[in-house]
């Protein structure tokens, strides 16, 4: 990295979100330096997730706009901002949603992942540091995206939300880790933790529940069933360990129902991806009695209520849930990525599609069809 633009704006194209469901339009863009505990990092390759168009549709939330959507991706630390120690220019790194202060009860807890100081935020369009946007056209602020905003060539991020990794590691790949597949990967295998041999119930075939299922391909279950409403996707699923596929519309029974007399009297876990409080209650209803563990990933509506009877727990059920796949983004996410490096788990198939940063709208067209499972998007092309 040229250190030429250490402390200067950098002018750079971004692909800017100026209102609710319309297409994102490539602009320049100004990019402040790096304050106190901030990384400026140049972008090499993004990839969309649900969660962009989700916030880009706007239907359910605050409407953060004009804004910088992403945050999925890989790149190159380009200057750090005071404070910052532990990263340097040209590290390769992966932003994350989420982050890891290491100061925290959180961060300093082995149980969780959840820092009280950089945790997702879906509201906020400014940095921590001073509450301000390092984004700007002619001077008017363009709002930042769960501190990431990684659909800009350089962009601001807190170093607690960035994984320095393996400068091996091919970003074009490793960029797809820092979201969807370690959410569905690390519920299966650091909550739900499956013995060699068991059976699985993976709830929702889009791309975290196929990282689920490739948890529970890793762990060496036996029986990994897949539950979803498109009977499109099991052909795709098998690729990632799935032995089984349900469709609850082909039955007139509750498919835990259905799993507990395939599985004579249940799983051994499950692990739901839809967000739907009804696969919630199937998901935990159809584990097996004694020692079946359920796990929610699923972002459900913030009206949603899961209801069950109590006797499901108190026949030693155990139902848990999960933020981004218990990893904490910093001390973790670099070994997802060893694990790819040393062969053990495959992302390449995660990947069906690539389009340069031009076509950006292209990946957006291919998710709201339901085409493919992770859109690359080549930022120098």
């Known amino acids: 990295m040229s250190s030429t633009t250490t402390g200067q704006v950098i002018r750079c194209k971004a692909a800017v979100a100026w209102e609710a469901g319309k297409p994102l339009v490539i602009e320049e863009v100004e990019v402040a330096p790096p304050q106190k505990m901030e990384v400026r990092i140049k972008i090499l390759f993004t990839s969309l997730c649900h969660t962009d168009v989700y916030f880009w549709e706007a239907k359910g939330q605050n409407p953060v706009f004009p804004r910088i959507l992403g945050h999925e991706a890989g790149g190159v630390v380009e200057s750090v901002g005071e404070g910052v120690t532990d990263l340097q220019p040209g ?34 369009g400014v940095m921590l540091h001073d509450q301000k946007s390092r984004f700007s056209i002619n001077g008017k602020p363009i709002f930042h995206f769960v501190g990431t905003s990684t659909f800009s060539e350089y962009t601001v991020v807190h170093v607690g ?22 959410t569905g990967l690390g519920a ?110 699923g972002v459900p509506h913030k009206d949603a209520v899961f209801k069950t009877s109590p006797m499901n727990l108190l026949n030693e059920r155990t139902l848990k849930g999960t933020f981004f796949g218990n990893y904490k983004p910093r001390s973790d996410i670099p070994s997802v990525v060893e694990k790819y490096m ?40």
Not at 214 to 239: H, P, Q, W
Not at 242 to 250: G, R, Y
Not at 349 to 358: A, L, Q, R, Y
């Open 188 to 297: 299966t295998l650091n909550v739900a933790k499956p013995k060699k041999g068991s059976s699985v119930a993976v709830f929702g075939l889009g791309a975290v529940g196929l990282a689920a299922a490739e948890g529970a391909r890793i762990s060496g279950a036996s029986r990994i069933i897949g539950v979803d409403l498109n009977a499109n996707r099991f052909e795709l699923a098998k690729k990632f360990g799935v032995t089984e596929f349900v469709n609850p519309k082909d039955y007139k029974k509750p498919v835990q129902e259905v799993i507990a007399e395939m599985t004579n009297g249940g799983v051994d876990r499950s692990v739901e991806c839809t967000g739907h409080v009804d696969a919630m209650i199937s998901a935990f209803e159809c584990v097996h009695d004694g020692w079946g563990v359920a796990v929610l990933v």
């Open 91 to 124: 590290d390769h790194v992966l932003p994350v949603f989420t982050g890891e202060c290491k100061e925290c009860a959180h961060c300093k807890s082995e149980e969780s992942n959840m820092c009280d100081l950089l945790r997702i935020n879906t509201d906020r």
């Open 161 to 182: 939300c960035l994984a320095k990794i393996n400068p091996l590691a091919p970003l074009d790949k490793v960029c797809v880790l820092s979201c969807g597949i370690s």
């Open 342 to 381: 040393n062969k053990e788990l495959e992302v390449e198939k995660f990947i069906t599609h690539e389009v340069p940063f031009s076509e950006i709208n292209k990946a957006f067209d291919l998710m709201l069809k339901g085409e493919g499972i992770r859109c690359i998007i080549r930022m120098d092309a």
